[in-house]
């Protein structure tokens, strides 16, 4: 069965296996237990961190970095991006961010993200 959902939290409960998806590209993917405890992307971090969770505080939850008009535009799918597609909303974003595709990183059986960091 494939799920698919904004809501990574309720993923949790019906797979063994996530992908994390932003503009079309995978950005990590591995046992959901990993993915969820462990997140190694900005952007599965903060699809985690959008979660309600009665026990966290409002302060902890984070939001994308940027500009209000660069947050306002969801990200042009028509061209594809030349270095990540998260690039201009991420919080974490170097100037080769933009410029060069990210590599996929390997942290365990099965666990992979896409990412500079």
Request: glycine share 6%; hydrophobic share 30%; charged share 25%.
């Amino acid at each position: 069965m494939l799920y698919i959902t904004y809501d990574i939290a309720s993923a949790r409960y019906f797979a063994d296996e996530i992908s994390v998806m932003y503009a079309g590209h995978i950005v990590e993917s591995g046992p959901v237990e990993r993915v969820t405890q462990e997140p190694r992307h900005p952007y599965t971090k903060l699809l985690l961190a959008a979660s309600p969770d009665p026990d966290r505080p409002a302060s902890e939850v984070t939001d994308l970095d940027g500009d209000e008009e660069d947050l306002a535009e969801p990200p042009n799918l028509l061209t594809e991006p030349v270095g990540c597609p998260l690039a201009h909303r991420c919080p974490h974003a170097m100037p080769h961010c933009s410029t060069e595709p990210p590599p996929t990183r390997r942290f365990g059986p099965g666990h992979e993200a896409r990412c500079h960091l």
